[in-house]
């Protein structure tokens, strides 16, 4: 990780559950939430959101994600950060579905192995708070 020390990165956990989705339209997303995600390509509208908050009118949803970001703002010339957690998460047999900011990372787990993977993590040495 290009001179960034994992052992002074926090990982900060996303306290509640949340649901990955399709949508058709924006128009249904109630941005004044505290918690969205939104993707648009040309094939496709994704949303990242608070479960209790994904919209009614969704073409697909996988329910049961929880998530941790890395704490604080991310330069765009460091590199490898992201990856390595990553790794570190496929060595361990845990999928992820990854979202980035502008500022920083998200990293979604299946809610079953959300405590496995904070604790991998931990034991390779980065911070996990609440």
């Keep these: 990780m290009s001179g960034v020390d ?22 249904d997303i109630d941005l004044s939430k505290g918690f969205y995600f939104i993707g648009k390509t040309d094939e496709e509208i994704s949303l990242v959101c608070i479960t209790e908050d994904t919209p009614d009118s969704t073409i ?8 941790f970001r890395i704490q604080g703002m ?14 570190i998460l496929a060595d361990n047999e ?14 979604l787990v299946k809610e079953a192995n959300y405590e496995r993977a904070l604790a991998v993590l931990a034991d390779a040495g980065y ?4």
């Design 74 to 87: 991310l330069d765009f010339s460091l590199i490898g950060i992201l990856s390595k957690l990553c790794m």
């Design 6 to 27: 994992k052992s002074k990165m926090i990982l900060k956990k996303i306290q509640y559950p949340l649901t990955v989705c399709k949508v058709s339209t924006t128009a």
């Design 127 to 130: 911070a996990v708070e609440e």
């Design 60 to 67: 697909e949803r996988d329910d049961g994600w929880r998530g």
């Design 94 to 107: 845990i999928g992820i579905f990854a979202v980035s900011t502008y500022n920083t990372d998200y990293i």
